[in-house]
């Protein structure tokens, strides 16, 4: 079946340096990719609506300088955290749906990646 | 987007059935119900899906009543390898946004 797979799953980074993430959808093409982030033992909460071609969309609160997304092609979105700080360690997870099943399909999401800013 | 309310958490034995109601009175017309189940340190994973009605996969079942305002997942006989966070979403057929609410966190006991 479609699957969703984001490289790296663990990160560590020194504070002040950039760390990128990226989403692929490995067998079906995705105009639309989502970004969440998860802190332990709390639900996910939805970053950014990436768009393939064109910018994302970011919910209230989330800065767009400090998490920025690259949707480039229909098989791959990157998020890339800025000058990362030790409160961005969190665990980043991205979704995206295969299409071509129909508006019924499934709605896959990654592994997830840890990000631990020392 | 409609908002979604569930037990924070709940606990049971193996073996047993297990029914998770969520509430979500205000879904709309184009709004589906989705159920995911999520592991510590892993992406969540699809249970099961529906509209309306019940819906009945090889893991679950989703019932879902006329109006719609609540749906529940009931899981068969559970093992220990059940224990997870659940969660139900209610998301637009014609977009993909989800909004996670609390979830649930199952706990099974031997």
């Known amino acids: 079946g479609a699957v969703v797979s984001q490289h790296p799953s663990r990160v560590i980074c020194k504070s002040g340096t950039s760390v990128k993430i990226e989403c692929r959808s490995l067998?079906?093409?995705?105009?639309?990719m989502f970004w969440y982030r998860q802190f332990p033992k709390q639900s996910l909460m939805l970053m950014a609506t990436?768009?393939?071609?064109?910018?994302?969309?970011?919910e209230q609160g989330v800065e767009k300088d400090k998490f920025l997304i690259n949707h480039a092609s229909l098989t791959l979105s990157t998020l890339t955290v800025t000058s990362a700080h030790p409160e961005d360690s969190s665990f980043y997870i991205c979704?995206?749906?295969?299409?071509?099943?129909?508006?019924?399909?499934?709605?896959?999401f990654g592994e997830g990646s840890r990000l631990t800013v020392l | 987007l409609a908002k979604t309310t569930q037990p924070i958490s709940m606990d049971s034995y193996e073996g047993q059935e297990v029914n998770i109601t969520c509430s979500h009175n205000?879904?709309?017309?184009?709004?589906?119900i989705t159920w995911y189940q999520q592991f510590p340190s892993q992406g969540p994973r699809f249970i099961i899906q529906g509209y309306k009605t019940k819906v009945t996969n090889e893991v679950a079942s989703l019932f879902i009543p006329a109006d719609r305002k609540s749906s529940t997942l009931s899981l068969p006989r559970v093992s220990l390898s059940d224990t997870a966070v659940y969660y139900c979403l209610v998301g637009d057929w014609n977009t993909d946004k989800l909004i996670f609410g609390t979830g649930t966190r199952l706990q099974v006991f031997p």
């Open positions: 067998d079906f093409q995705a105009t639309t």
């Open positions: 990436s768009n393939e071609g064109s910018k994302a969309t970011y």
């Open positions: 979704s995206a749906r295969d299409r071509t099943s129909g508006n019924t399909g499934e709605l896959f």
């Open positions: 205000n879904i709309a017309t184009n709004d589906y």
